[in-house]
């Protein structure tokens, strides 16, 4: 079967010339234009020697050259390797030899690490924002020397599209290859099942696109029903409720972080966005957090679950089946989520209904694999399944609820407990804003719980104390935090997740 994810791009070109797809400032492109300027940096790089098939990594944030650069490399038949924003050129090296990537398109604020890596990996760097000489060439030179590619190549629906790798707590990132099926079809059904988007939508582009929550549910969804998207580099709270109101956005994707801060924003700024739309992901969201924003921006929250393995998105609250807020739905339109039993690492057990264990999932948003990875691909990918690492439960109707990471499981004097569950409690406390809980090595009880606190403002350090008090009363003995550690802010990777690692070796 010949299916491409160039053509999400490619037929709202056509179907809607003039709608504008992008909103940067004041700049406006539409659809149309947008769809020429990609094809141009797709002949830029065909001039170049890359083919069908070859690897080019993109480092760039949220503005217009990364859907020019990305669905340019899919329409000359290439793949696409995002590169994080906040890597070192180390790091990127890495990325760029795994991969095997042919070039690295850098805007020009990242140069630092990318021009670098490039030329530790042995493969030129073109820029783009950056003056002459920056870099090995300036891409949008080249691409406005060019006539445009005629049309995208058809593909068959198993080649790859797009490299996404993976954060790399547990060793060396892994990258995992995602098909044209993969995504296209995790585009369409999240446009047209989960977010019933039209092309009078307007979306908030503030989740990083080299993330895969950012590509697909923003980017990609957005493209395929030929809404717009406001790009937002970098996530700040008070201008993005600006943002919100001002561009008339209809539709809001974000991490459990950007709700805190919107929330927090709208203390300070009595304008309300009216949204038709908003979705979290890529953590738990709080439901302390959830009735705060629905109660201020009379807004309903669908949460959704998913991973960079499956495309992402894997569950949702839908329309169709309800909404169970404190949940992440139930699985999408040709998925299967089901709970098996955690500690069986060769085969799936599956558990019965309400019982703990490891989320497992099949369908049509499943990666093919990690490049390069046989290994880590047969322990991921059991009898069918793909194993997340994340513990849940799934009710009789459905609906998961996600308990935590499996590697986030604190053992405290052989007792499990689970982060998520005591921050839930701790976010309800006047005094906490944010809170992450982890597990720090103990002489006696092998881990303690520790929470991590962000103040809320009037708050006092005087409080900590009677945190860990209030806490004893609502939690279980061995589940009540013994420590707790205030900090100005969480540390957070670009894509708004706390970085809990981070906090494991603060604090250990």
């Not at 650069?69 to 906040?86: R, S």
């Not at 003056?131 to 198993?158: I, K, M, Q, T």
């Not at 697909?216 to 029903?225: G, H, P």
């Not at 569950?421 to 881990?447: D, F, K, T």
Request: hydrophobic share 45%.
């Amino acid at each position: 079967m010949s299916i491409a994810l160039a053509s999400v791009l490619a037929e709202s070109a056509l179907r809607y010339p003039t709608r504008t797809a992008l909103v940067m400032g004041q700049e406006r492109i539409a659809y149309a234009t947008l769809w020429e300027q990609a094809r141009r940096y797709g002949a830029a790089l065909q001039h170049r020697g890359i083919r069908r098939g070859d690897r080019v990594a993109i480092m760039l944030p949220n503005i217009p050259d990364f859907p020019r650069a990305y669905y340019g490399i899919l329409a000359l038949g290439a793949v696409v390797v995002p590169v994080h924003a906040l890597l070192t050129p180390g790091e990127v090296a890495y990325i760029l030899r795994d991969s095997g990537s042919k070039a690295l398109i850098c805007a020009a604020p990242l140069l630092p690490s990318g021009l670098a890596g490039a030329r530790e990996a042995g493969i030129p760097c073109l820029s783009v924002l950056a003056p002459p000489g920056a870099a090995d060439a300036a891409l949008e030179a080249e691409a406005a020397a060019v006539e445009p590619l005629a049309d995208f190549v058809r593909l068959s629906n198993e080649d790859d599209a797009v490299i996404l790798y993976t954060s790399g707590t547990t060793g060396a990132p892994k990258g995992a290859i995602l098909s044209q099926s993969n995504l296209i079809l995790n585009a369409t059904v999240s446009a047209f099942d989960l977010f019933h988007g039209t092309p009078q939508d307007v979306f908030l582009g503030c989740l990083p696109l080299f993330h895969s929550f950012g590509q697909t549910a923003v980017m990609n969804t957005a493209f395929r029903v030929g809404a717009s998207i406001v790009l937002m580099p970098r996530f700040d709270a008070k201008a993005a409720l600006d943002l919100l109101v001002t561009e008339g956005c209809t539709g809001f994707a974000g991490v459990p972080t950007m709700y805190i801060g919107l929330n927090a924003a709208a203390k300070e700024d009595p304008r309300r966005p009216k949204l038709r739309l908003a979705v979290s992901g890529g953590a738990s969201l709080p439901l302390a957090v959830l009735e705060e924003f629905e109660a201020t921006f009379e807004a309903p929250i669908y949460e959704g679950y998913g991973l960079s393995e499956t495309a992402p998105v894997a569950s949702f609250n839908q329309d169709d089946f309800g909404r169970k807020p404190g949940t992440v739905g139930c699985a999408i339109w040709g998925v299967d989520l089901a709970i098996a039993n955690a500690d069986i690492d060769d085969r799936i057990e599956f558990m019965p209904a309400g019982e703990l264990g490891e989320i497992v999932i099949r369908g049509h948003n499943v990666f093919k694999g990690y490049l390069n990875n046989p290994q880590a691909t047969k322990a991921a990918i059991v009898d069918g399944w793909f194993r997340s690492g994340d513990l849940g439960t799934k009710d009789a109707q459905g609906f998961i609820t996600i308990v935590d990471r499996k590697k986030d499981m604190i053992l405290r004097g052989g007792y499990n407990v689970y982060p998520r569950e005591v921050e839930e409690v701790l976010m309800r406390h006047a005094s906490i804003a944010q809170v992450a809980v982890i597990g720090v090595p103990h002489p006696e009880h092998g881990e303690e719980v520790v929470a991590v606190v962000v103040l809320a403002p009037g708050a006092a350090l005087g409080d900590a104390r009677e945190i860990i008090t209030w806490s004893q009363e609502q939690l279980a003995k061995y589940k009540y935090p013994r420590r707790i550690e205030v900090v100005e802010s969480l540390p957070l990777g670009a894509s708004g997740k706390v970085l809990k690692r981070e906090l494991r070796v603060r604090f250990s």
